[in-house]
């Protein structure tokens, strides 16, 4: 694949639609980003738009813009916007083989990945498949100045978990955890600034890095128990960004005396001396929601989470046991500082 990267490099679009051969795009935008997507995306041969793309791509959207390629005769999906919106490049892809060029205006790392998750009464399926991954990334910072500076921090502490779970997957290797170590220092460095001057251009520069090592690292290995946990509470209708944010220090405290190389890495990126507490003061200092409560999670869904996540566990540091999930997820629910 191809990564173009710096400001202004959204310029050199057409350049990438026409190195795919492709004379019929497919535009995917979320409504909010319409306009503004309509406007880069002004040299590019459009066959067709579909601008409502939605967080964790419900199977019934996903088979209208499957059906809206299809209709309009694309030959490749140009993707502007976040993970949402490449979610929904990525599950034409699947079932139709078409490239997509991902234009990434987050830090959900996802145009990076060759996994795809699509969600169905309540549950949210997930798979990789090389097919789903973008042909060509774009990131321009340009772009991002726009983005609230609270969806900046969330999406960044994504990108974080991304980094994090891939220093102590089974399936790691030293190259992904320089990568992941390195993507942590330039999120925990970036962010900070972006929510002091989400303006700030080179901070911004600085988050899209990180999210392009975050989305290769979690490319290239399993994820865990922190992503097993945000894939069953994203089911029940969580907000994906702040639920990343909200359980990441709870999963590191779990996971912490299983994995203590890669708590000690953590703590090294982010500048502090416990990786657990050090992420989630990292949250206090952005102003990031730090309850499950308060992003709609109900407390007698508490249980039934935890049932599902030790039920059918992902490979993980520690062993994942209903109990213990159970303490993790209400600690997380209350907000308690590791
Ligand atoms: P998102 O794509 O839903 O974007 C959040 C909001 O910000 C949206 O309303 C969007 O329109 C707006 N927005 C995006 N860019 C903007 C900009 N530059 N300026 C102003 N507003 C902007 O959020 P997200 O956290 O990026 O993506 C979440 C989705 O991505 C979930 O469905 C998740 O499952 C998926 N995801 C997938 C992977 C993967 O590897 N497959 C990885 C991470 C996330």
Redesign the pocket.
Known sequence: MRVVFGAGSVGGLPAEVERLGAKRVLLLS?P??AEMVRRIAARLPVAATFDRAV???PLEMAEEARAAAKSAGADCCVAV?????I?FG?AIALTSGLPVVAVP??Y???EM?T???ISEKGAKKTGRDPKVLPRAVIYDPE??L???TA?SAA?GM?AIAHCVEALYAHDGNPIISLMAEEGIRALASALPRIVQNGKDLEARSDALYGAWLA?TT?STTSVALHHKLCHVL?GFGLP??ETHSIVLPHAMQYNRDAARDAMQRVARAIDTVDAPRGTYELEQRLGLPLRLADIGMKEGDLERAARIAAEAPYPNPRKVEYAPVLELLRNAYEGKRP
């Not at 916007?81 to 919106?85: D, H, M």
């Open positions: 979320t909010g980003r967080m964790h791509t916007g976040g993970g949402s919106t979610g990525k205006t987050t959900s790392g996802s990945t996994i795809w998750g772009l991002t726009d983005l609230p969806v999406s994504n989305g979690i994203g994906h960004a």
